[in-house]
């Protein structure tokens, strides 16, 4: 908690000013009192009209005053809460954009998105509470103390006895609802996945007669929270009575006593009406400091997990002197890498060596589950290898800059992610000063002019979020614009000409080996035919490579590759 409020510097100036309102607001508040008492045990008792008349003018004046300070410090504490949860979903906003897939993994986006939305405005509610009865608390409660002694110094023991027990009561619920609210916000991650992946699976949901399944699933979150909160709540709902009973409580004991001391001359009703009041104010401030106690633990519990994004440190990062590899022209090479996914015992490809050229097209071939998108993942850095090196144009990519390396890379994932924005604008993503003509052209060599220009509005037509109003292929076919436009040194096609029929698949790879010309090409693939022609395949089974060289090299040595070919291609294409 305190790790996040030192972000709250830069509003030193307004919570200084807002905090000086309060105290003002208390001063008043304690004020308040002792002049109603001057009125009723002087003026009143005296009989004397012009002495209440200026008393009463006076107090008008004093809560008039109290009732500004009041509203100007509201203003200003809800002015810096709102700031300071705006600064901190931008600064966990900016350190989540520098995180690898690795931390993604460890936190996962559920829980990312709740960290950023509701935990954030817990903290936020909290420091708006927070500013307002942090100085109004204790010095109504202090306050409220010397002027009730003031008062009447002999009835101050009914307060001793009350206040320990005020406070015994406010310590024991925050202490056992802190572990409650903590679940209450894990159950809140829960309900998020499995919304989201209901939202965003919503066709396999359906086309699988699921809704029920997904019904019940959700019920289950829905519940688990339900029944968290109510236990929460239960706890603090059994927490107000019992205030307002010791208050009232209270009450009758001062009255009850006081009037004993009114009946033996030693006291008078005046002062008797302030004492009551005056005891009041100090139990209200400790019941204000109950509410705060009855936030604390749920926003302590929401800065905890904010904290742990912040505390997350990227496992990628830049070396402190980065290497500029720029005598080549993106020649890359894996020498024995081996990797494993966080959390899983077993690497999912281990060993692979293999070289990648200028000039020349790299083709990655194996069955589902082979490890080939791991592979190119490794490329960009967006895993490190738990062995071996990787390198490009003779330096180790570990050692390079990672914008300087994902600039020299075009990289097609094998889920082409598209954006809500015009069908030009997600081609430009590849490089935004791009002209008019080098996206159409980058357009032309994926093959997609045809239906782009088909569309309603041609290259200002909208891709849907998630790219839903285009088919598999042709959102393939713009990511492969976006990396053309690029003109990156190397291409990274993982598994992108799948989805395309034999025909574009084909059209498309003549087009590419004329505009890549230079650049080094990896493409992974499934189908024979996309790889026959490369220079080099690379040949995968179960996280090995188990042979590499050529279509023809490969036939003739047989095994895997063999294969794979017979079952994909008929007698007189073999031969
Ligand atoms: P391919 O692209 O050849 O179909 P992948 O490289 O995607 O294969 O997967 C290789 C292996 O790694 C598979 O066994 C898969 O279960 C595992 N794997 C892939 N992605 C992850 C991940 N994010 N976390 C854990 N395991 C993964
Ligand atoms: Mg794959």
């Given at each position: 908690?305190?790790?996040l409020?030192?972000n709250?510097?830069p509003?030193a100036?307004?919570?200084?000013?807002?905090l000086?309102?309060v105290?003002?607001?208390?001063?008043a508040d304690?004020?308040?009192p002792?002049?109603?008492?001057d009125i009723?045990?002087?003026?009143?008792?005296?009989?004397?009209?012009?002495y209440?008349?200026r008393i009463?003018?006076?107090m008008?004046?004093?809560?008039?005053?109290?009732?500004v300070?009041?509203?100007?410090a509201s203003?200003?504490?809800?002015?810096?809460?709102?700031?300071?949860?705006?600064?901190l979903?931008?600064?966990?906003?900016?350190?989540?954009?520098?995180?690898?897939l690795?931390e993604?993994?460890?936190?996962?986006t559920?829980?990312?998105?709740?960290?950023?939305?509701?935990?954030?405005t817990?903290v936020?509610?909290f420091t708006m509470?927070m500013?307002r009865?942090?100085?109004?608390?204790?010095?109504?409660?202090?306050g409220?103390v010397i002027?009730?002694v003031q008062k009447d110094?002999?009835?101050t023991?009914?307060?001793?006895?009350?206040?320990?027990l005020?406070a015994?009561i406010?310590g024991i619920t925050?202490?056992r609802?802190?572990?409650l609210?903590?679940?209450?916000q894990?159950?809140?991650d829960?309900i998020?996945?499995?919304?989201?992946?209901n939202?965003?699976?919503?066709?396999?949901?359906r086309?699988?007669?699921?809704?029920?399944?997904?019904?019940r699933r959700?019920?289950?979150?829905?519940?688990?929270l339900?029944?968290v909160?109510?236990?929460?709540?239960?706890?603090m709902a059994?927490m107000?009575?019992?205030?307002?009973?010791?208050?009232?409580l209270?009450?009758?004991?001062?009255?009850?006593?006081g009037a004993?001391?009114?009946?033996?001359?030693?006291?008078?009703?005046?002062?008797?009406?302030?004492?009551?009041?005056?005891a009041?104010?100090?139990?209200?401030?400790?019941?204000?400091?109950?509410?705060l106690?009855?936030?604390?633990?749920?926003?302590?519990?929401?800065?905890?997990r904010?904290n742990?994004?912040?505390?997350?440190?990227?496992?990628?990062?830049?070396p402190?002197?980065?290497?500029?590899?720029?005598?080549e022209?993106?020649h890359i090479?894996l020498r024995?890498?081996?990797?494993a996914?966080?959390?899983s015992?077993?690497?999912?490809?281990?060993?692979?060596?293999?070289?990648?050229?200028?000039?020349?097209?790299?083709?990655?071939?194996?069955?589902?589950?082979?490890?080939?998108?791991?592979?190119?993942?490794?490329?960009?850095?967006?895993?490190?290898?738990?062995?071996?090196a990787?390198?490009?144009?003779?330096?180790?990519?570990?050692?390079?800059?990672?914008e300087?390396?994902?600039?020299r890379?075009?990289?097609i994932?094998?889920?082409?992610?598209?954006?809500?924005?015009?069908?030009?604008a997600?081609?430009?993503?590849?490089?935004?000063e791009?002209?008019d003509?080098e996206?159409?052209?980058a357009?032309d060599?994926?093959q997609?002019t045809?239906?782009i220009l088909?569309?309603?509005e041609?290259?200002?037509?909208?891709v849907?979020q998630?790219?839903t109003?285009?088919?598999g292929?042709?959102?393939?076919?713009?990511?492969?614009?976006?990396?053309l436009?690029r003109?990156?040194e190397?291409?990274?096609?993982?598994?992108?000409?799948?989805?395309?029929d034999?025909?574009?698949?084909?059209r498309?790879?003549?087009?590419?080996?004329?505009?890549?010309?230079?650049?080094t090409?990896i493409?992974?693939a499934?189908?024979v035919n996309?790889v026959?022609?490369?220079?080099r395949?690379?040949?995968l089974d179960?996280?090995r490579?188990?042979?590499?060289?050529?279509?023809?090299e490969l036939?003739r040595s047989?095994?895997?590759?063999?294969?794979?070919?017979?079952?994909?291609?008929s007698?007189?294409e073999?031969?």
């Amino acid at each position: 908690m305190l790790k996040l409020f030192r972000n709250l510097k830069p509003f030193a100036l307004p919570i200084a000013v807002a905090l000086a309102m309060v105290f003002a607001q208390a001063l008043a508040d304690l004020y308040l009192p002792t002049l109603m008492s001057d009125i009723v045990d002087t003026g009143i008792v005296k009989g004397d009209t012009a002495y209440i008349l200026r008393i009463g003018g006076w107090m008008l004046l004093v809560a008039a005053g109290g009732v500004v300070c009041a509203v100007v410090a509201s203003w200003l504490s809800a002015r810096v809460g709102m700031g300071f949860g705006r600064d901190l979903r931008r600064k966990v906003f900016a350190h989540v954009e520098r995180f690898s897939l690795h931390e993604f993994d460890t936190i996962g986006t559920p829980s990312l998105i709740t960290r950023t939305t509701n935990d954030i405005t817990q903290v936020q509610m909290f420091t708006m509470m927070m500013l307002r009865m942090m100085v109004m608390s204790p010095v109504m409660a202090v306050g409220g103390v010397i002027m009730a002694v003031q008062k009447d110094a002999k009835l101050t023991w009914v307060l001793v006895v009350v206040i320990p027990l005020v406070a015994a009561i406010v310590g024991i619920t925050a202490s056992r609802a802190l572990p409650l609210f903590r679940t209450v916000q894990a159950k809140i991650d829960r309900i998020n996945l499995v919304l989201r992946e209901n939202l965003t699976g919503v066709r396999v949901v359906r086309a699988f007669n699921r809704i029920e399944h997904e019904k019940r699933r959700f019920d289950a979150a829905n519940l688990e929270l339900t029944e968290v909160s109510i236990r929460v709540n239960k706890l603090m709902a059994l927490m107000m009575p019992l205030m307002m009973l010791i208050l009232n409580l209270t009450t009758v004991a001062i009255v009850w006593f006081g009037a004993k001391r009114i009946d033996l001359g030693e006291m008078q009703v005046g002062s008797l009406m302030a004492f009551i009041q005056y005891a009041m104010q100090i139990l209200f401030s400790l019941l204000m400091v109950s509410f705060l106690f009855i936030m604390l633990p749920r926003a302590s519990a929401s800065a905890q997990r904010i904290n742990e994004v912040f505390d997350l440190q990227p496992q990628i990062s830049d070396p402190a002197a980065p290497r500029r590899a720029d005598h080549e022209r993106g020649h890359i090479e894996l020498r024995d890498v081996t990797f494993a996914y966080p959390g899983s015992a077993e690497p999912a490809v281990r060993d692979i060596s293999f070289d990648a050229r200028p000039g020349e097209v790299t083709a990655i071939i194996g069955g589902t589950g082979s490890g080939k998108s791991t592979i190119v993942n490794l490329i960009p850095r967006f895993y490190d290898p738990a062995a071996g090196a990787i390198l490009v144009d003779g330096v180790d990519i570990r050692e390079m800059a990672q914008e300087d390396l994902r600039n020299r890379i075009g990289f097609i994932p094998q889920k082409a992610v598209l954006f809500n924005d015009t069908i030009a604008a997600n081609i430009r993503w590849g490089r935004d000063e791009a002209t008019d003509e080098e996206v159409a052209h980058a357009a032309d060599i994926a093959q997609a002019t045809e239906f782009i220009l088909a569309m309603s509005e041609g290259f200002q037509s909208v891709v849907a979020q998630g790219g839903t109003n285009l088919s598999g292929g042709q959102k393939q076919r713009l990511a492969i614009a976006r990396a053309l436009v690029r003109r990156p040194e190397i291409y990274v096609f993982d598994d992108t000409f799948s989805a395309l029929d034999f025909k574009t698949d084909a059209r498309l790879r003549a087009a590419l080996r004329r505009e890549t010309g230079e650049a080094t090409v990896i493409i992974v693939a499934q189908r024979v035919n996309t790889v026959m022609d490369a220079d080099r395949i690379v040949v995968l089974d179960d996280g090995r490579v188990v042979g590499t060289g050529t279509h023809r090299e490969l036939l003739r040595s047989g095994g895997v590759y063999r294969e794979i070919v017979s079952s994909q291609l008929s007698e007189e294409e073999l031969a």
